[in-house]
Structure formats: structure tokens, C-alpha cells
Nanobody, 123 residues
Framework: QVQLVESGGGLVQPGGSLNLSCAAS????????MTWIRQAPGKGPEWVST????????DYADSVKGRFTISKDNAKNTLTLQMNSLKAEDTALYYC????????????????WGQGTQVTVSS
């Protein structure tokens, strides 16, 4: 079964950086697209980024483009999200997820998400 465990969240000041990790088990991330999603308090889930199975295609939401970098280590079955120049509006629970739901830029079904890691950007 799909298991995804995120880590690396925390409290950071505006302009700071964080590196999120997602350890996958039960499937091979090298054989599937992987996605990061975030959900701020009181808001619906927001697509952040998706990477193709071999990593050759990476796409980002306009709100994070140029600041966030998605990558994967297929040998370690691990997905990462490097987040730089963080802003208060990046505060959210961040989830990694298997696949997508209709194409890049869509959000996978909930049963393919991890449990999330909290990112708080505040001075």
C-alpha cells in the first residue's frame, strides 16, 4: 500500500529556507509522477509542484515558481522540496502525494497523500 511520510517542516522567518522530504514506501517513485500540495488554514488544498518519473519534467504553481525546487532520489525512494525566499503566505501544511488526477497541475486523490508537515513563516 502507498505510504508517504513527510518531514522537514518548521518555523522560519520570512526570507528563510526549508527543505522538505518525503519518504515513500509500497511503490517505486521512479515509476510515477509525484506531487507536492499545500493547505493553509481555512483554505482548500493548493497544487504546488509535480515532477515526472525520471525527473525530466518539473512544473510549479506561479506562486512558488523561482523560489521552490522539486527533486527526487529514485534510489532512496525520496521526494524533496527545497523552499527558498519564504513568505508568510507560504504558511501551510505541506503534503507529498503520488501521481496526479487528470494531468500536471491537478491534485491527486486524498488516499494518495502523506500525513503532512507544517511550515510556518513568521517573524
Amino acid at each position: 500500500q502507498v505510504q508517504l511520510v513527510e518531514s522537514g517542516g518548521g518555523l522560519v522567518q520570512p526570507g528563510g529556507s526549508l527543505n522538505l522530504s518525503c519518504a515513500a514506501s509500497g511503490f517505486n517513485i521512479g515509476a510515477t509522477y509525484m506531487t507536492w500540495i499545500r493547505q493553509a488554514p481555512g483554505k482548500g488544498p493548493e497544487w504546488v509542484s509535480t515532477i515526472s518519473p525520471r525527473g525530466g519534467i518539473r512544473d510549479y504553481a506561479d506562486s512558488v515558481k523561482g523560489r521552490f525546487t522539486i527533486s527526487k532520489d529514485n534510489a532512496k525512494n525520496t521526494l524533496t522540496l527545497q523552499m527558498n525566499s519564504l513568505k508568510a503566505e507560504d504558511t501551510a501544511l505541506y503534503y507529498c502525494a503520488k501521481g496526479f488526477n487528470g494531468g500536471i497541475g491537478t491534485i491527486p486523490t486524498r488516499d494518495n497523500w502523506g500525513q503532512g508537515t507544517q511550515v510556518t513563516v513568521s517573524s
